[in-house]
């Protein structure tokens, strides 16, 4: 099981951003844009597809029933990236500069409505320590989005990310969708050109991996929303369009099925479960 924190440990100091999350964020009726089109490989991707909507809308306007189960959501890279920051950031509206590195994995649960369905995203904020690897590892299976993290002030965290993007992807279906994504973006030097050094490095990397590239602060909470926003609606999409493919197979959920199905339609004339490909135990 993900190991969470616990009482008992030395109070931090939180810097508490809002009273409350602001929910309105979470319902999504178009596609959210790319961080930057150049880099990104789902840069065609500006809009739901229109077997999607088609899917998601039946006649008159009024919305099919789909039954959705979480989307899995991983979250590696070196320690001290700011992974759980920026997590905390987008679930709790919290920053804590005295965050202390996450022992084991993390776990969190965030309700969105796409295109008028409830949607759920389970977050895995695995640890960055080479002596939780083993742990961290064991969770990182049956992803749907993995985000790659690093430093964008510390230049080791940036090569780093290849490794842990390919431990990631050992495990996981192939069409995986990929992000890799710049922390503490506010303490990079301003500089008058639109991108820094640092971003054109990242950028030029993204288009090597095929992920898509995000810049953002889980102090000011620059850009943590959209990204959010962003990889929910790219897997919603994603999910939707597969189980749309002609002569998709049924596929019988065993085990915990709950953790690892991703996207189920009930037909409620036969009462049959139909599971997208990508959903497919590897």
Not at 112 to 140: N, P
Not at 155 to 171: G, H, T
Request: hydrophobic share 35%; glycine share 6%.
């Amino acid at each position: 099981m993900p190991t969470f924190r616990k009482a008992g440990k030395k109070a931090h100091n939180y810097e508490i951003l809002n009273n409350n999350v602001d929910y309105g964020s979470r319902k999504l009726d178009r596609m959210p844009a790319a961080y930057c089109d150049r880099a990104s490989p789902y840069r065609d991707r500006v809009d739901f597809g229109e077997k999607t909507r088609r899917a998601c809308r039946g006649g008159a306007g009024t919305v099919t029933p789909f039954y959705l189960c979480a989307c899995k959501v991983i979250f590696v890279g070196d320690v001290a990236t700011g992974k759980s920051s920026l997590v905390n950031r987008f679930c709790h509206e919290i920053f804590d500069a005295e965050y202390r590195g996450t022992i084991g994995v993390d776990f969190e649960v965030e309700k969105f409505h796409v295109l008028g369905h409830s949607y759920s995203l389970q977050i895995w904020d695995t640890a960055g320590h080479e002596r939780f690897k083993c742990i961290s590892q064991a969770y990182y299976r049956n992803a749907n989005v993995v985000v790659a993290v690093f430093d964008q002030t510390r230049a080791e965290s940036l090569l780093n990310i290849r490794r842990w993007l390919d431990e990631a992807l050992k495990v996981n279906h192939p069409g995986v969708l990929k992000f890799m994504v710049g922390t503490k973006k506010d303490l990079l030097d301003n500089e008058p050109s639109c991108l820094t050094d640092v971003e054109k490095e990242a950028i030029a990397m993204s288009r090597d991996l095929q992920a898509e590239y995000w810049s953002v602060s889980a102090q000011t909470g620059e850009n943590v929303t959209k990204l959010f926003q962003r990889l929910t609606a790219l897997a919603f999409d994603t999910a939707v369009q597969r189980l749309m493919e002609p002569n998709n197979p049924v596929v019988h959920p065993s085990g915990n099925s709950l953790l690892n199905l991703y996207f189920l339609k009930k037909d409620e004339k036969d009462k049959k479960l139909k599971r997208c490909s990508f959903c497919k135990i590897n």
